[in-house]
């Protein structure tokens, strides 16, 4: 992993997501701490513990790591589990959330219980960008900064996602998530012109609509009968 994220950075990226699965504290703080020994202090580290670990384990892990400058630390307990997030909170590590934000409804729920100090919005997941675009409405209502995920998606959603971020004041000056260089890419698309990066960067088309192309037989070939 820290071999990755050297590699991550030699490409132009300032920034890289620990994955950790909450099944070994001690393992999971190496991981950490691996990746962040070999990073700059400019460069961003977060930790993704994809709702892994329970009320006990995350406040353990949590202290380990609150001194290794780490962004913060994204959904440590489960999803449903609001109190843990609050609790979560109290170790000083910035808590954000992904898993706990699937629908509007979410969002209120997370943000009047002060549940989270960073939201992670993915377009893919809320259902679109009408969707997207209100649940930046709650975050902004409560003082709450964004961060736009990515998911392993098709072109359509992640030309969406630039756009999301680049119209969120919310999330103008953070980092943006993915997929990035070492997710799985998928290996064809049915837009014509792809992604590309440039020094940890990516353009936000301004051409009409979102700015892309599809290419329409694609699309019937790997089209699935409902």
């Known amino acids: 992993m820290a071999e990755e994220a050297r590699q991550a950075l030699e490409k132009g990226f300032r920034g890289v997501v620990v994955k950790v699965d909450a099944e070994s504290i001690e393992r999971d703080v190496q991981r950490v701490r691996s990746v962040r020994d070999v990073l700059p202090a400019g460069c961003t580290v977060r930790v993704d513990c ?35 997030l609050r609790a979560c909170r109290t170790v000083g590590v910035p808590i954000s959330v992904d898993e706990s934000v699937i629908t509007l409804r979410d969002a209120l729920e997370v943000v009047s219980h002060n549940a989270c100090d960073i939201m992670n919005i993915k377009v893919p997941r809320v259902g679109g960008l009408l969707l997207a675009k209100r649940m930046v409405a709650v975050a902004a209502a409560a003082g709450v900064p964004v961060v736009v995920g990515g998911r392993t998606a098709l072109q359509l959603s992640r030309y969406t996602s630039r756009h999301l971020a680049a119209s969120t004041p919310g999330s103008i000056g953070r980092k943006h998530e993915g997929p990035g260089p070492l997710s799985r890419a998928l290996s064809d698309d049915v837009v014509t012109n792809w992604t590309t990066q440039k020094n940890g960067y990516v353009r936000v088309e301004r051409s009409p609509g979102m700015g892309y192309e599809i290419v329409w037989d694609k699309v019937q070939r790997y089209a699935m009968s409902s």
């Not at 949590?62 to 959904?75: P, R, T, Y």
């Open 50 to 84: 994809n709702g892994g670990f329970s009320r006990d384990t995350a406040k353990p892990f949590l202290e380990s790591i609150a001194g290794m400058d780490i962004e913060f630390v994204e959904q440590p307990v489960a999803a449903s589990d609001i109190e843990g």
